[in-house]
């Protein structure tokens, strides 16, 4: 069956979520060795007291992670078969080309909030025909939150 | 890393200046189980090695978005700061498998000077193999402090 994903293009996907966990955070440390966690100010953070205890220092993860969190939050945005015209028990799809714009640091413990468009599609001939699916993507704090990243994301599904 | 890598200032920087290089690995077939997990990949083709081989590879391969993070951790580890991290862009142009071992550099592409003799720095980036196949290539951008 020929599929013709270009009416795809312009196509909002799902507004997701995606929480900054610290468990992930430190796991992916221990993987790839980053140095630890660095307080975003360590001055404001330790002013920062409630009920007579110090709170919780916000704390930045890597830039590292970034793609982590692109990748994780743009997955729970659009489902492979209904959204992109793609059976991956049958088909390979793989990432394309990723582009990230970085507005503000991540820290642990962040809520984003995820919100993506099919912004492109087209065919290309390699070895194999394939389409590539182009997404653009907004991350920010919350719905209507800052902007921490903005990008583009390029799944290649081969026919 | 097996060199430390000093942290430039902006007027340290010129077009086409090699970046230094950097080794990492051998790459740890037992880092791809956390990272699944961080990703709720469970993609067969990362953690069972019959599965990777029916399939024509020689065993499994390395989760992309982890290649990706060696070499934002080689970039940013150039940075003073290293959410000076403006943008970046890159392309997956080859698979990395167990044992491999990635060697990340790059390239200063362009200068643009801001206030106060602070400017931005736009680098090519590349990761390669020990065989010197070419698994990522992009380019990254950044915050480069003045000296001054």
Known sequence: MIVNRTAL????????????SEVDVKDFLGVVAEPELVAVDAAEGSANVEGGGVTALPRTVPPSFAPFVAVLG???TFDWHEDFLFDYRTGTAMFGEQSIQFHRPLTVGQ???ITAVVSDVYE???????DVVEVTFDIKTGEEGEL????????ILFK | MTAPISKAWFEDYEVSLALPSVEMGPMDRFDYIPIALILRDTNPLHLDRVYAQERGLPD???QGPLNQAYLYRYFTS?????????ATKMRFAANVFPDDTLTCGGEVLAL??????????????????QRGETILKGEAKARIPSRR
């Open chain 1, 74 to 76: 743009l997955l729970k």
């Open chain 1, 148 to 155: 921490l990243m903005s990008g583009q994301q390029s799944y």
């Open chain 2, 60 to 62: 499994v391969v390395q």
């Open chain 1, 124 to 130: 290309k001939q390699g070895k194999q025909t394939f």
């Open chain 1, 111 to 113: 809520s984003v909030a």
């Open chain 2, 112 to 129: 643009a000077p801001q206030e106060a003799g602070a400017g931005i720095v736009t680098c090519a980036v590349w990761q390669r193999n």
């Open chain 2, 78 to 86: 150039l940075l003073h700061d290293p959410w000076d991290l403006v």
């Open chain 1, 9 to 20: 293009i312009g196509r909002p996907l799902r507004a997701a979520t995606y929480t900054v």
